[in-house]
């Protein structure tokens, strides 16, 4: 049984009686097994699975626990477990709620067509771009903060001027998710917070809550909102690290003060790591205030080498030397990591370790589900599934030459109209009799424009030689509509009327695939993926990147074929998709990619003064104590070897550093 196998500490934490328990569980020390204890607890009590309630930070990693815990419980897949994203659709969904969840950057463009068609031409203020917008817009969500303009002026007075507009564009950006039945992942939590408060039955007797220190106010009103008396939290207020997307370690610091009666339980022995790497993560965290007090114990002892640290004139030689050390380890490429502060350092570490002919990983890149012929094949499949799916079609129609996606969004619009609220009916069965494109009224004040002086002519798409009924169609009078948009309309128009005709979900993925539409958008990758520097296609990389798109459709059939429906299969891949596997290779990880793993051997590269702690970046989060609780949780990834390391210059960009504080913290001597 799971329980026998905790030590007492662990035992302690997973057997508390039912309230409110915080588990501090530092890095190590083993709180995966003290969660699946904790349901194993629960379950010999007579708790139903029903009943328990599991939010992870990666859908990963509950199912890791529900599969360890099913190895003793038959009915332990009964759990309701996932991150607060995956939970809160499932549960919206089994209430018969009809929504369509998109990705942040699907929604983006959504924002963007709304962003597009104003103005802030008459603003002395210089205005946040419209993916910076969305960002703050999603940060201000999950602050649970109740007033925007507020909230902005806040954090950057000079803004106050653009607030007017930002918040026209915020509430029509609201009304088309509504009026679509849109929802992103801060909709999501927010909406099932409402469907609680309302007093929807709520089956939980206990919520089990991973990395609990990683919490935004969002997530914590929706724990507040569903728990019923019993909370088990476990995380580590020195691996908050996430302050940046909004997260409040006060959440975790304030829990005895929220909760009376709550007992505090604390992990001390960690099996990770040598007592040397650990000597020096404490000896920096130590200075942080100590929220809760805890002494970690090692239990693997001394390791038979200490951690090294190695200096460099200049950060090319750092990262050379890097590939070279790695190279002569005796250890597996994917027992390996190099760490580092932001993405920049990565480039040079990556070339250097592949002029080596050493592979590498890079979690944090382009993952499989955000190349764009994957994301156009999603695109597409939805948009046959739901053609209430505006984001699909928006996205779909930015590969048409001309057709960007303020345009789209117009066309869109126009098509709902024709087809009496069915995109799909708009195209093959339009009510021409219908009026699109008509003027809008202008609001200087919230940056609008009136678009539709003037209708189009569809003269201009003569020479395409398109059948009458589709000239027809209201939508080629769209003014700025091009030629080359309007062939690629046609396109789709065919596509859609044979499609139609296919029920089954493989053979609606073949015929997908097989459609001039889709051959059109694959075959532009393709060319902007072999041009040389005179902008020349070569064959060869041409037939390499369209081999390259083609493994990676097979591989997304594969995947398809695991689901009854597409609809199943596509709301799968939007949940799960950051969670693709990588290829095996020496891993080149972000510190807050790098959470939650481990490995034999870790390198921390560029620590020095700006770079590690990086002043920056750390001044709009959570300051240099934010940054220390960054080194912690690099350092202790490593299990059995760390190597800090650092350069006095960067000749690229022609700056001089100093060693980090944190090496002197960590009682280092550094010579310079």
Same mark, same amino acid.
């Given at each position: 049984?799971?329980?026998?196998?905790?030590?007492?500490?662990?035992?302690?934490?997973?057997?508390?009686?039912?309230?409110?328990?915080?588990?501090?569980?530092?890095?190590?020390?083993?709180?995966?097994?003290?969660?699946?204890?904790?349901?194993?607890?629960?379950?010999?009590?007579?708790?139903?699975?029903?009943?328990?309630?599991?939010?992870?930070?990666?859908?990963?990693?509950?199912?890791?626990?529900?599969?360890?815990?099913?190895?003793?419980?038959?009915?332990?897949?009964?759990?309701?477990?996932?991150?607060?994203?995956?939970?809160?659709?499932?549960?919206?969904?089994?209430?018969?709620?009809?929504?369509?969840?998109?990705?942040?950057?699907?929604?983006?463009?959504?924002?963007?067509?709304?962003?597009?068609?104003?103005?802030?031409?008459?603003?002395?203020?210089?205005?946040?771009?419209?993916?910076?917008?969305?960002?703050?817009?999603?940060?201000?969500?999950?602050?649970?903060?109740?007033?925007?303009?507020?909230?902005?002026?806040?954090?950057?007075? $000079? &803004?106050?001027?653009? *607030? @007017?507009? /930002?918040?026209?564009?915020?509430?029509? %950006?609201?009304?088309?998710?509504?009026?679509?039945?849109?929802?992103?992942?801060?909709?999501?939590?927010?909406?099932?917070?409402?469907?609680?408060?309302?007093?929807?039955?709520?089956?939980?007797?206990?919520?089990?809550?991973?990395?609990?220190?990683?919490?935004?106010?969002?997530?914590?009103?929706?724990?507040?909102?569903?728990?019923?008396?019993?909370?088990?939290?476990?995380?580590?207020?020195?691996?908050?690290?996430?302050?940046?997307?909004?997260?409040?370690?006060?959440?975790?610091?304030?829990?005895?003060?929220?909760?009376?009666?709550?007992?505090?339980?604390?992990?001390?022995?960690?099996?990770?790591?040598?007592?040397?790497?650990?000597?020096?993560?404490?000896?920096?965290?130590?200075?942080?205030?100590?929220?809760?007090?805890?002494?970690?114990?090692?239990?693997?002892?001394?390791? $038979? &080498?200490?951690?090294? *640290? @190695?200096? /460099?004139?200049?950060?090319?030689?750092? %990262?050379?030397?890097?590939?070279?050390?790695?190279?002569?380890?005796?250890?597996?490429?994917?027992?390996?990591?190099?760490?580092?502060?932001?993405?920049?350092?990565?480039?040079?570490?990556?070339?250097?370790?592949?002029?080596?002919?050493?592979?590498?990983?890079?979690?944090?890149?382009?993952?499989?589900?955000?190349?764009?012929?994957?994301?156009?094949?999603?695109?597409?499949?939805?948009?046959?599934?739901?053609?209430?799916?505006?984001?699909?079609?928006?996205?779909?129609?930015?590969?048409?030459?001309?057709?960007?996606?303020?345009?789209?969004?117009?066309?869109?619009?126009?098509?709902?109209?024709?087809?009496?609220?069915?995109?799909?009916?708009?195209?093959?069965?339009?009510?021409?009799?219908?009026?699109?494109?008509?003027?809008?009224?202008?609001?200087?004040?919230?940056?609008?424009?009136?678009?539709?002086?003037?209708?189009?002519?569809?003269?201009?798409?003569?020479?395409?030689?398109?059948?009458?009924?589709?000239?027809?169609?209201?939508?080629?009078?769209?003014?700025?509509?091009?030629?080359?948009?309007?062939?690629?309309?046609?396109?789709?128009?065919?596509?859609?009327?044979?499609?139609?005709?296919?029920?089954?979900?493989?053979?609606?993925?073949?015929?997908?695939?097989?459609?001039?539409?889709?051959?059109?958008?694959?075959?532009?990758?393709?060319?902007?993926?072999?041009?040389?520097?005179?902008?020349?296609?070569?064959?060869?990389?041409?037939?390499?990147?369209?081999?390259?798109?083609?493994?990676?459709?097979?591989?997304?059939?594969?995947?398809?074929?695991?689901?009854?429906?597409?609809?199943?299969?596509?709301?799968?891949?939007?949940?799960?998709?950051?969670?693709?596997?990588?290829?095996?290779?020496?891993?080149?990880?972000?510190?807050?990619?790098?959470?939650?793993?481990?490995?034999?051997?870790?390198?921390?590269?560029?620590?020095?003064?700006?770079?590690?702690?990086?002043?920056?970046?750390?001044?709009?989060?959570?300051?240099?104590?934010?940054?220390?609780?960054?080194?912690?949780?690099?350092?202790?990834?490593?299990?059995?070897?760390?190597?800090?390391?650092?350069?006095?210059?960067?000749?690229?960009?022609?700056?001089?550093?100093?060693?980090?504080?944190?090496?002197?913290?960590?009682?280092?001597?550094?010579?310079?």
């Amino acid at each position: 049984m799971p329980l026998t196998k905790l030590n007492q500490e662990q035992l302690s934490s997973a057997t508390a009686p039912l309230g409110y328990n915080l588990v501090i569980a530092s890095a190590g020390t083993g709180k995966t097994s003290t969660i699946v204890g904790r349901i194993a607890h629960l379950l010999n009590s007579g708790i139903k699975p029903e009943e328990i309630l599991l939010l992870t930070f990666t859908n990963k990693a509950s199912e890791e626990m529900i599969k360890r815990a099913s190895v003793f419980f038959d009915n332990a897949n009964k759990i309701a477990a996932g991150t607060f994203h995956s939970v809160c659709y499932k549960w919206l969904r089994r209430l018969n709620k009809n929504i369509t969840l998109k990705s942040p950057t699907d929604l983006k463009i959504l924002f963007k067509s709304i962003y597009d068609k104003r103005s802030f031409h008459h603003l002395a203020t210089t205005p946040y771009q419209s993916s910076y917008l969305y960002d703050l817009y999603s940060l201000f969500l999950n602050s649970d903060a109740s007033n925007f303009r507020e909230w902005l002026i806040q954090k950057n007075p $000079p &803004q106050e001027e653009c *607030v @007017l507009i /930002y918040e026209g564009i915020i509430e029509e %950006y609201e009304e088309k998710k509504s009026q679509y039945n849109l929802v992103d992942f801060n909709s999501l939590i927010k909406m099932m917070i409402d469907q609680l408060q309302q007093g929807i039955p709520n089956p939980y007797k206990e919520i089990l809550v991973d990395e609990y220190q990683d919490t935004n106010p969002l997530q914590n009103k929706f724990i507040n909102s569903v728990q019923r008396g019993s909370l088990f939290c476990v995380g580590d207020y020195d691996q908050s690290i996430y302050a940046f997307n909004g997260a409040d370690i006060s959440i975790i610091s304030s829990f005895q003060d929220r909760y009376p009666n709550a007992n505090v339980y604390t992990l001390t022995k960690n099996y990770r790591s040598y007592a040397q790497i650990l000597d020096i993560a404490n000896k920096v965290i130590q200075n942080n205030p100590r929220i809760y007090p805890k002494t970690l114990e090692v239990v693997r002892g001394k390791a $038979p &080498q200490n951690p090294k *640290v @190695l200096g /460099y004139s200049d950060t090319t030689s750092q %990262y050379k030397d890097i590939a070279h050390l790695i190279a002569q380890l005796p250890v597996a490429y994917e027992e390996i990591a190099v760490l580092f502060r932001n993405n920049s350092s990565a480039d040079s570490i990556e070339a250097y370790l592949r002029e080596l002919n050493i592979p590498t990983q890079r979690k944090g890149g382009i993952s499989f589900f955000d190349t764009k012929e994957i994301k156009i094949t999603l695109d597409l499949l939805t948009f046959i599934t739901n053609p209430h799916d505006v984001m699909s079609f928006i996205h779909i129609f930015e590969y048409a030459r001309g057709v960007g996606s303020a345009i789209a969004h117009d066309i869109y619009e126009a098509l709902k109209i024709l087809g009496d609220n069915d995109a799909i009916k708009g195209f093959l069965a339009p009510n021409n009799k219908k009026h699109v494109f008509q003027n809008r009224q202008k609001a200087t004040q919230l940056g609008l424009f009136d678009d539709f002086m003037v209708l189009g002519s569809v003269s201009k798409f003569r020479d395409l030689h398109l059948p009458e009924e589709f000239l027809k169609n209201p939508i080629l009078k769209h003014p700025k509509l091009t030629k080359e948009g309007g062939a690629f309309l046609y396109d789709f128009y065919l596509f859609l009327k044979h499609i139609r005709n296919f029920k089954n979900p493989s053979s609606i993925f073949d015929e997908t695939i097989k459609s001039n539409v889709f051959n059109h958008i694959i075959d532009n990758l393709c060319i902007a993926r072999s041009k040389n520097k005179l902008s020349q296609v070569n064959k060869e990389k041409y037939d390499q990147a369209k081999s390259k798109i083609l493994n990676k459709l097979a591989i997304l059939k594969n995947l398809l074929r695991n689901y009854a429906s597409l609809e199943s299969f596509l709301n799968a891949m939007i949940l799960g998709s950051n969670e693709f596997t990588p290829s095996k290779g020496v891993n080149l990880l972000t510190v807050h990619a790098s959470k939650g793993l481990e490995f034999k051997e870790v390198f921390v590269v560029d620590l020095m003064q700006k770079r590690f702690p990086n002043e920056k970046l750390s001044a709009s989060a959570g300051g240099i104590e934010e940054e220390r609780r960054l080194f912690y949780v690099a350092t202790t990834r490593a299990k059995d070897m760390l190597y800090l390391t650092f350069a006095k210059r960067d000749n690229i960009k022609n700056i001089d550093y100093q060693p980090s504080m944190f090496l002197k913290e960590a009682g280092f001597k550094i010579k310079i």
